[in-house]
């Protein structure tokens, strides 16, 4: 999954840009241009930090899922 994707799935489940920003040690501003397409290739380390928290976040929602069923 690329970055914004990722991204727009922190989005969707209630991060705001700052929130994502703070988690992930970066501007708001860089997490902004990289959902609006200035930035199209972040550097190594910001994807390695994003996908971290998209992975937290996903597994969070899967357990939300499953305990609701």
């Known amino acids: 999954m690329h970055v914004k994707e990722q991204l727009l ?4 489940v209630g991060f705001t840009e700052k929130a994502i920003a703070n988690a992930i040690q970066a501007h708001q501003s860089t997490v902004s241009r ?3 397409g200035q ?3 972040p550097r190594g380390s910001l994807i390695v930090e994003i996908n ?5 976040e996903k597994n969070k929602q899967g357990l939300l899922c499953s305990a609701s069923m």
């Open 39 to 41: 930035i199209k290739d």
């Open 52 to 56: 971290q928290l998209f992975e937290i």
């Open 34 to 36: 990289i959902l609006s």
């Open 9 to 12: 799935f922190l989005r969707k």
